[in-house]
């Protein structure tokens, strides 16, 4: 299994420019999140979502969008970047029966946006 | 609504010393706890997770903490530091639903403590 697998690793981006941030499991896991880290603030919960279908807002999700067509994707789409969405973004994935709720994190992405 | 407090952005110990990582949450039902390592440019990887039963937990490399209800504490804790644990930690708790409903089910990490192992 390779796990959970984000792309890009890195990426710079002009202030209004969109893109979407890939991640990927192959483990079958019901719920999938993306988190954004800052230095001082911690983990920071985005958007989630526990199946195919069904997406719900974290902590702060303004500016950012998701989707889940199937069980295994998850991106997450930057309509119009602004300098303050310059972060680190994790995405984790975890399978809710009984015993396994683990999240497991992918590499991250480090976004700079100018 | 849950939350999660952990004392102290940064810890210094020596090599060899006692490490004591503090986290208190706030829950309305039985939580499930975990503490997560981060090292340098890496994801998360799980220490260590409470769910049900015996309250003190055993992880990953030497690590233990103790689900104390009456405290809401889940500290974590090593009796003796390596230079390798230098690393941040992260407390997070989450509802004990299975198959949750959207809405109902989220992870709630805390700001981190990020631990120096002194030589």
């Given at each position: 299994n390779a796990g959970v697998t984000q792309t890009p690793k890195f990426q710079v981006l002009k202030t209004g420019q969109s893109m979407t941030l890939q991640c990927a499991q192959d483990?079958?896991?019901?719920y999938m999140s993306w988190y954004r880290q800052d230095p001082g603030m911690g983990l920071r919960l985005i958007h989630y979502s526990v199946g195919a279908g069904i997406t719900d807002q974290g902590e702060v999700p303004n500016g950012y969008n998701v989707s889940r067509s199937t069980t295994e994707d998850f991106p997450l789409r930057l309509l119009s970047a602004a300098p303050s969405q310059t972060s680190v973004y994790f995405c984790a994935s975890s399978c809710h029966?009984?015993?396994?709720e683990t999240q497991y994190f992918g590499p991250g992405t480090r976004l700079l946006v100018l | 609504a849950q939350s999660v407090t952990q004392l102290g952005s940064h810890v210094s110990v020596s090599e060899g010393a006692l490490v004591l990582l503090r986290c208190n949450y706030s829950s309305s039902v039985p939580p499930y706890l975990f503490w997560y390592v981060q090292y340098p440019n890496q994801g998360l990887q799980l220490l260590l997770k409470y769910t049900t039963g015996a309250t003190l937990v055993k992880g990953i490399n030497g690590f233990e903490a103790e689900f104390k209800k009456s405290e809401t504490s889940f500290h974590l804790t090593k009796p003796s530091a390596h230079m390798s644990d230098a690393a941040e930690y992260f407390c997070a708790v989450t509802l004990s639903p299975v198959r949750p409903t959207s809405g109902t089910y989220k992870y709630i990490f805390g700001t981190g403590t990020r631990l120096k192992v002194l030589a």
């Amino acid at each position: 299994n390779a796990g959970v697998t984000q792309t890009p690793k890195f990426q710079v981006l002009k202030t209004g420019q969109s893109m979407t941030l890939q991640c990927a499991q192959d483990m079958n896991h019901e719920y999938m999140s993306w988190y954004r880290q800052d230095p001082g603030m911690g983990l920071r919960l985005i958007h989630y979502s526990v199946g195919a279908g069904i997406t719900d807002q974290g902590e702060v999700p303004n500016g950012y969008n998701v989707s889940r067509s199937t069980t295994e994707d998850f991106p997450l789409r930057l309509l119009s970047a602004a300098p303050s969405q310059t972060s680190v973004y994790f995405c984790a994935s975890s399978c809710h029966t009984s015993g396994s709720e683990t999240q497991y994190f992918g590499p991250g992405t480090r976004l700079l946006v100018l | 609504a849950q939350s999660v407090t952990q004392l102290g952005s940064h810890v210094s110990v020596s090599e060899g010393a006692l490490v004591l990582l503090r986290c208190n949450y706030s829950s309305s039902v039985p939580p499930y706890l975990f503490w997560y390592v981060q090292y340098p440019n890496q994801g998360l990887q799980l220490l260590l997770k409470y769910t049900t039963g015996a309250t003190l937990v055993k992880g990953i490399n030497g690590f233990e903490a103790e689900f104390k209800k009456s405290e809401t504490s889940f500290h974590l804790t090593k009796p003796s530091a390596h230079m390798s644990d230098a690393a941040e930690y992260f407390c997070a708790v989450t509802l004990s639903p299975v198959r949750p409903t959207s809405g109902t089910y989220k992870y709630i990490f805390g700001t981190g403590t990020r631990l120096k192992v002194l030589a």
